[in-house]
Nanobody, 126 residues
Framework: QVQLVESGGGLVQPGGSLRLSCAAS????????IGWFRQAPGKEREGVSY????????YYADSVKGRFTISRDNAKATVYLQMNSLKPEDTAVYYC???????????????????WGQGTQVTVSS
C-alpha cells in the first residue's frame, strides 16, 4: 500500500513562508525521484520542483527559483518544499509524486511518476 501524504499547507500572507512535507510509506523512498507539482483552479498541473533519488540533482520552475528549496531526508522517508517570499500566484493545491529514476530533464512530465499524493492547499492572500 503505497502512500504519499502531503502536509504543511495553509493560509499565509504575501511574503510569508510555508514548509510542505511529503511523507512516504509502502516504498523505499531513497530509490525514487520526487517531484512537487501544483494546480490552481482552472489551470493545468505544473511542475514546481524535483529532486533525484540520491538528492544530488534538483530542478525548479523559473517562477519559484530563488524562493523555494526542495530537500529530502530518506531516513525519515520525507521530502520537503520550503517556500519563502510567497506570492498570490503561488496559490494552488500542491502535490508530491514519486517515480522510478528517469531522465532528469523530463521531470515536468506527469507520466514519469508512478505515485501521487492527495495534495495540500496553499493559499497566499492578504
Amino acid at each position: 500500500q503505497v502512500q504519499l501524504v502531503e502536509s504543511g499547507g495553509g493560509l499565509v500572507q504575501p511574503g510569508g513562508s510555508l514548509r510542505l512535507s511529503c511523507a512516504a510509506s509502502g516504498l523505499t523512498l531513497e530509490y525514487y525521484a520526487i517531484g512537487w507539482f501544483r494546480q490552481a483552479p482552472g489551470k493545468e498541473r505544473e511542475g514546481v520542483s524535483y529532486i533525484s533519488s540520491s538528492g544530488g540533482s534538483t530542478y525548479y520552475a523559473d517562477s519559484v527559483k530563488g524562493r523555494f528549496t526542495i530537500s529530502r531526508d530518506n531516513a525519515k522517508a520525507t521530502v520537503y518544499l520550503q517556500m519563502n517570499s510567497l506570492k498570490p500566484e503561488d496559490t494552488a493545491v500542491y502535490y508530491c509524486a514519486a517515480g522510478d529514476p528517469f531522465i532528469p530533464t523530463m521531470w515536468t512530465l506527469l507520466n514519469e511518476y508512478d505515485y501521487w499524493g492527495q495534495g495540500t492547499q496553499v493559499t497566499v492572500s492578504s
